[in-house]
């Protein structure tokens, strides 16, 4: 089974920067789809951004300029650089990687903007 690790969540001030990381373990191909995605309580999950092996990458226009999303296929890794942090991406944000059978998810890492 495939198990989803994020990390690098924490507490930041408006304008802020912060580094998330997802490590998959398991089986993985590197030619499957990786994505990010996060949720405030009472809201529904929504996309932040995906990214395929191949570098092709999709944004949600709120985070589009301000997120860039990354993987190292060696690593089973992807990345969700955020910059320019604003109090509205306040949210748990998940790692997230689809196959045929089923959506992996992680745990989930808090992000928290606000001063």
Known sequence: QVQLVES???LVQP???LRLS???SGTILSTQIMGWHRQ???KQRELVAD???GGSTNYADSVKGRFTISRDNAKNTVYLQMNNLKPEDTAVYY???PTLSRTYWGQGTQVTVSS
């Open 51 to 53: 990214i395929t092996s």
């Open 40 to 42: 405030v309580p009472g």
């Open 95 to 97: 790692c997230n990687l």
């Open 15 to 17: 304008g802020g920067s």
């Open 8 to 10: 690098g969540g924490g």
């Open 22 to 24: 997802c490590v998959a």
